[in-house]
T-cell receptor, first 112, second 112 residues
Framework: GDSVTQMEGPVTLSEEAFLTINCTYT??????LFWYVQYPGEGLQLLLK?????DKGSNKGFEATYRKETTSFHLEKGSVQVSDSAVYFC???????????FGKGTRLSVIA | DADVTQTPRNRITKTGKRIMLECSQT?????MYWYRQDPGLGLRLIYY???????NKGEISDGYSVSRQAQAKFSLSLESAIPNQTALYFC???????????FGPGTRLTVL
């Protein structure tokens, strides 16, 4: 079945460092890909998404490109801030009536 | 006002008790979901509903039941709570299945 694998955390970075969180997927069709973020004490919220190969999703300085050839959707940000400290989830949705499949999440801590 | 609300936000109960967690949404979405979040395990789908008359089991439905009282309301019940059901529970909604999900703030449940 469909699955998502993302790098294990926690990830600790200094403010203004470059961030990459790796995400790879397995799917039978041509899924849509998502990154969700969960700030402390809150529910998940959509950060960005891409619906077809080579699409780039972006929001709040974060970017991810849908790479069909490597089945990847890595999350990047050029300069992280303390306020980016959160848990990040990669997810996919395949065609049809299948709900989102989530990765296990990666906790990011940014220190000043 | 929040689009997806969950009650209660926190609950401590004892083994064997019946517990109901409630979810309401004002987004007008037909699709609703219940997830469980445990440290290191990410989000796991318990049940989902495509409309009032449609209920589907997710990955970990054993020990849980649901009721879709109306388009806007989707309740999760633990008929006889056990300690390993201690977790954070999230409700979510979406307009389409393969689409962005909107999450509630979560219910932290502790079973002693």
């Amino acid at each position: 079945g469909d699955s998502v694998t993302q790098m294990e955390g926690p990830v600790t970075l200094s403010e203004e460092a470059f961030l990459t969180i790796n995400c790879t997927y397995t799917a039978t069709g041509y899924p849509s890909l998502f990154w969700y973020v969960q700030y402390p004490g809150e529910g998940l919220q959509l950060l960005l998404k891409a619906t077809k190969a080579d699409d780039k999703g972006s929001n709040k300085g974060f970017e991810a490109t849908y790479r069909k050839e490597t089945t990847s959707f890595h999350l990047e940000k050029g300069s992280v801030q303390v306020s980016d400290s959160a848990v990040y989830f990669c997810a996919l949705s395949d065609a049809g009536n299948t709900p989102l499949v989530f990765g296990k999440g990666t906790r990011l801590s940014v220190i000043a | 006002d929040a689009d997806v609300t969950q009650t209660p936000r926190n609950r401590i109960t004892k083994t064997g008790k019946r517990i109901m967690l409630e979810c309401s949404q004002t987004k007008g979405h037909d699709r609703m979901y219940w997830y469980r979040q445990d440290p290191g395990l990410g989000l796991r789908l318990i049940y989902y509903s495509f409309d009032v008359k449609d209920i589907n089991k997710g990955e970990i439905s054993d020990g849980y039941s649901v009721s879709r009282q109306a388009q806007a309301k989707f309740s999760l019940s633990l008929e006889s709570a056990i300690p390993n059901q201690t977790a954070l529970y999230f409700c979510a909604t979406s307009e389409l299945v393969a689409d962005t999900q909107y999450f509630g703030p979560g219910t932290r449940l502790t079973v002693l």
